[in-house]
């Protein structure tokens, strides 16, 4: 993932003939426009999805692009594989491999990913301290009784990292599937958590990332949204 900020002479030097001591005279000059102002600074911040102009020309007019889709089984979240299908080579898109995945699923996990252009969005949502709900479906080989409820919420230590997991919230929807709601993602948490009682997790689907739901749309498909 490209760092999505630099300051104006680098970028200048980076996207032009001018090097980054020349930027200081076009400034000067005015002949440097950001998002429609005159440049006032060689130290000024250029972000991704600024458009910046030279002498008219322009040398950046980059548009975020989010995506959602229903991961099927079977498909890497990766944007490269030698040997499966990842869930790039689903997507149709002009722009594609600029693309990078938020939050990866397991081979056979089912639901929702993200993909997107936009590394800052990215970071903000995966961050602990943004606590976006990831909220999963998960069907089982033993029964599923309210233990499971109490234990969730009150975590479970995990002896190989030496951690205590964050509350998370179990609905019981029927006697072999259960609704999951977490706020964090460790390595194969939820079957961890399942494990903990010796119960195997024969299916995940991830139905939801905070507001952002799979809901309507079938799995291989996908869709732009926007987070304006």
């Given at each position: ?38 440049a ?47 869930v ?96 964090e ?20 689907h ?5 507001y ?17």
């Amino acid at each position: 993932m490209k760092s999505s900020t630099t300051r104006l002479d680098r970028f200048i030097s980076q996207n032009s003939i001018y090097s980054m001591s020349d930027t200081r005279l076009l400034v000067a000059q005015k002949r440097i426009i950001v998002d429609g102002d005159v440049a006032h600074s060689t130290h000024q911040k250029v972000t991704q999805f600024m458009h910046v102009e030279l002498d008219g020309h322009s040398l950046q007019d980059n548009k975020p692009i989010y995506i959602m889709l229903n991961k099927p089984q079977g498909i890497v979240s990766a944007t490269k594989d030698s040997k499966h299908t990842t869930v790039l080579d689903l997507i149709d898109h002009p722009q594609k491999d600029e693309l990078h995945i938020v939050g990866r699923l397991d081979f056979n996990t089912t639901g929702l990913v993200l993909l997107t252009n936009d590394g800052a969005w990215s970071r903000q949502i995966s961050l602990p301290e943004t606590k976006l709900a990831k909220v999963y479906e998960v069907t089982l080989s033993k029964s599923v009784t309210e233990e499971y409820i109490t234990v969730f919420k009150e975590g479970i230590y995990f002896r190989y990292e030496d951690i205590t997991t964050k509350p998370a919230h179990l609905e019981i929807v029927s006697e072999y599937q259960a609704r999951l709601s977490l706020v964090e993602g460790k390595y194969h948490q939820v079957k961890r958590m399942f494990g903990f009682f010796q119960n195997e997790v024969l299916a995940l689907h991830r139905v939801s990332v905070g507001y952002l739901s799979v809901a309507g749309l079938e799995r291989g498909q996908y869709r732009e949204f926007s987070i304006d």
